[in-house]
T-cell receptor, first 115, second 111 residues
């Protein structure tokens, strides 16, 4: 039972490079989320997808784009990486829609460094 | 402005004693509250939750208390064990609100 799988686990980018973080869940969850975790800042929502075919901005969307490819997969793209995007990125999924009272299942994270 | 606040960045407790982690929220529309536990290099994992219709929820060594009038909740761990050493995140949700997380409290349980 894999749960939420994120790839890659580690990545180093040069400023200006682009990359896509991949996330897949096998729990048939409706909603998927991307968070970033920075020291002292907790978990901040970047984008979310309440259901297949919909995406919405979270608290810190600037510099990112997302694609809900199908019910299982939700990718996060950095078009032109900046040092301020150095962070640990977590993907999560939940059974309910946005705001529903369901717990999240998180992936193990992607540690991204932009130099 | 933070809607969910965990004002203690860290907490140190002796093994066997009680750990109390606190969380305050400002949005009265929140009606469901969750605690997550996070070990280094891992994703957060769900620990315990409470609905606003309750004031207490217990699961083994973990109990969450909710004081709606004060917009305050707390997580009690009794007895604390070294394996409980982790970062604990409080989260709140409700209505159309995406769950909002606090900044976390790092708990260290000393043997």
């Amino acid at each position: 039972n894999a749960g939420v799988t994120q790839t890659p686990k580690f990545q180093v980018l040069k400023t200006g490079q682009s990359m896509t973080l991949q996330c897949a869940q096998d729990m048939n969850h409706n909603s998927m989320y991307w968070y970033r975790q920075d020291p002292g800042m907790g978990l901040r929502l970047i984008y979310y997808s309440a259901s297949e075919g919909t995406t919405d901005k979270g608290e810190v969307p600037n510099g990112y784009n997302v694609s809900r490819l199908n019910k299982r997969e939700f990718s996060l793209r950095l078009e032109s990486a900046a040092p301020s995007q150095t962070s640990v990125y977590f993907c999560a999924s939940s059974a309910g829609g946005a705001g529903a009272n369901y717990g999240y299942t998180f992936g193990s994270g992607t540690r991204l460094t932009v130099v | 402005d933070q809607q969910v606040k965990q004002n203690s960045p860290s907490l140190s407790v002796q093994e066997g004693r009680i750990s109390i982690l606190n969380c305050d929220y400002t949005n009265s529309m929140f009606d469901y509250f969750l605690w997550y536990k996070k070990y280094p290099a891992e994703g957060p994992t769900f620990l315990i939750s409470i609905s606003s219709i309750k004031d207490k929820n217990e699961d083994g060594r973990f109990t969450v208390f909710l004081n709606k009038s004060a917009k305050h909740l707390s997580l009690h761990i009794v007895p604390s064990q070294p394996g409980d050493s982790a970062v604990y995140f409080c989260a709140a949700s409700g209505g159309s609100y995406i769950p909002t997380f606090g900044r976390g409290t790092s708990l260290i349980v000393h043997p």
